[in-house]
């Protein structure tokens, strides 16, 4: 069993900064592949990042790529989500999530444990 805790959402201006936390407690993190996923009012849950157990390798989804950056430190149990440039449309509800794999995960369903969420809200 894995217990994930997001946090870090908050109301910004469209052009600043972000940094999503979310720490993992429970079993062994490294063991894990993460992710992070986010669903806007009316719409489905979609990926955002993700990130393999070592951290070696990343992958993120096209309307994020180049803006947004997914890390872990794996000794505080922890994945982050830095986000830049934010514009309107990222505002979501983001989740991270869990996956016990050793590559890259983009798709909801292989993941086994999921946050809270935290909500990110950004104004033009």
């Known amino acids: 069993q894995v217990q994930l805790v997001d946090s870090g959402g908050r109301w910004v201006q469209a052009g600043d900064s972000l940094r999503l936390s979310c720490a993992a407690s429970?079993?062994?993190?490294?063991?894990?592949?993460m992710g992070w996923f986010r669903q806007a009012p009316g719409k489905e849950r979609e990926f955002v990042a993700a990130?393999?157990?070592?951290?070696?390798?990343?992958y993120y989804a096209d309307s994020v790529k180049g803006r947004f950056s997914i890390s872990r430190d794996n000794a505080k149990n922890t994945v982050y989500l830095q986000m830049n440039s934010l514009k309107p449309e990222d505002t979501a509800l983001y989740y991270c999530?869990?996956?016990?794999?050793?590559?890259?995960?983009?798709?909801?369903?292989?993941?086994?444990?999921w946050g809270q969420g935290t909500q990110v809200t950004v104004s033009s």
């Open positions: 990130i393999t157990r070592s951290g070696n390798w990343t």
């Open positions: 999530a869990a996956a016990l794999s050793s590559g890259i995960v983009s798709g909801a369903p292989q993941y086994d444990y």
């Open positions: 429970g079993r062994t993190f490294s063991s894990y592949a």
